[in-house]
């Protein structure tokens, strides 16, 4: 029986997917093998020595110790692409709120209430300073080709919208996705000068903090829009407000409200409602258990942030797993234990990523008591499992 907790609300269509006579799901759970979250901090959440995964519902995952669950060889999962069509859908909606100052409009709209028949009248006095451009014809810039950035070019595309993307690191996959339409920019710096909207799709890390500052912004198209539904720390809100005063930009939408942007003009604060639909938490539910299941009963990984992806069909045999880090003579000392005790290796993958490494080990004959301990005393070894009769 796998003890599963679950830190937020998990959508019930991802929990059924762990069946109940092999696994507990709960949100109070002493000494759980997994963890499923989605926005919660687990920074100060101490991390059990029978936690085994931790499975984020959703694309990000700076909530999640990942260094500390790294070292005690958890895996750390996310679902990228589960909501992939939600944020899709809500930055094309940013492009027109930015443009046709809808948001502004409407609110004035409400203020006439009591005018009574002199509404109409208003209205049509009024109405022209919420004049604002269409998106069809102009360029749309989109930063990260991934899942999601896809997802935006295309559709953009296909509303008559010009599209540039920049991706240094875009997969064959991804690739394959985009539009013919869709052009390669040939820098970050050329694809602000040319588009009259950006929308950034990357993780916030150290490289890419402030991605937009005072240097960047100074760079952009006259008037143009800037979305960022990715992540708060992408855009340096100081140098954003300055371009925003002084005409450069137009416009500046962001999925992640801070004090300082609250009432400042040209800016919308959407609350965090990029993943937030239905459709969107019931694909990450699902995406977040599966990996979990798959992991825990068969020691295959796809879809960490920490772990290389590691995937070796079952035989039925007994599945040793070892997770460690990614230093010279690993392979050899493990195989030595196995070769010691007789046991034939049935099949093996080896795989690493950055400073870990990861083995999915079958073997064949019965495993002598305290091999596991034995191979969990290999200096440099993290985390070792043993499934057996793996199915």
């Known amino acids: 029986m796998y003890k599963i907790q679950t830190l937020n609300k998990i959508a019930a269509i991802g929990l059924e997917r762990l069946p109940r006579d092999a696994y507990e799901t709960a949100s109070e759970l002493t000494n759980p093998d997994g963890i499923l979250v989605r926005s919660q901090d687990m920074h100060s959440t101490p991390l059990a020595s029978t936690l085994l995964a931790i499975a984020r519902a959703g694309a990000g995952t700076n909530n999640i110790p990942i260094p500390a669950a790294t070292e005690k060889g958890i895996v750390v999962f996310n679902t990228p692409g589960a909501n992939a069509n939600a944020v899709k859908e809500l930055v094309l909606a940013s492009m027109l709120l930015s443009s046709r100052k809808i948001v502004q409009g409407l609110n004035w709209s409400q203020s006439l209430k009591g005018k009574g028949d002199e509404v109409p009248e208003l209205v049509e006095k009024g109405k022209a300073q919420f004049v604002g451009p269409e998106i069809g014809g102009k360029t749309l810039g989109v930063i990260g080709l991934g899942a999601v950035g896809v997802l935006i070019a295309n559709a953009a595309t296909a509303l008559g919208v010009q599209v540039i993307g920049f991706d240094p690191y875009v997969s064959v996959e991804a690739a394959w996705k985009l539009d013919t339409n869709v052009r390669k920019a040939t820098s970050l710096d050329a694809l602000v000068a040319e588009s009259d909207y950006i929308t950034v799709h990357v993780p916030l890390t150290p490289e890419t903090k402030s991605l937009f500052n005072k240097e960047r912004l100074s760079r952009t198209k006259k008037g143009a829009r800037i979305i960022n539904l990715s992540r708060s720390g992408l855009v340096d809100n100081a140098a954003l407000k300055a371009e925003l005063a002084s005409g450069r930009l137009g416009g500046y939408v962001t999925d992640f409200p801070e004090e300082e942007l609250l009432g400042v003009d040209n800016i919308l604060c959407i609350p965090h409602l990029g993943a937030s639909t239905p459709e969107a938490e019931d694909n990450c539910a699902v995406m977040a258990a599966d990996q979990m299941r798959e992991y825990l009963e068969r020691g295959n990984i796809k879809n960490s942030v920490n772990f290389p992806t590691a995937e070796l069909p079952p035989t039925g045999k007994t599945r040793i797993t070892v997770a460690n880090k990614n230093v010279p003579n690993m392979v050899g ?44 005393k290999i200096d440099g070894v993290l985390l070792v499992r043993v499934i057996p009769n793996c199915n």
């Open 333 to 376: 000392q493990i195989t030595g234990v196995l070769a010691k005790h007789g046991l034939n290796i049935e099949d093996m993958l080896n795989k690493n990523r950055g400073e870990v490494a990861y083995n999915l080990i079958d073997v064949g004959g019965n495993l002598p008591a305290g091999l596991k301990d034995e191979l969990a």
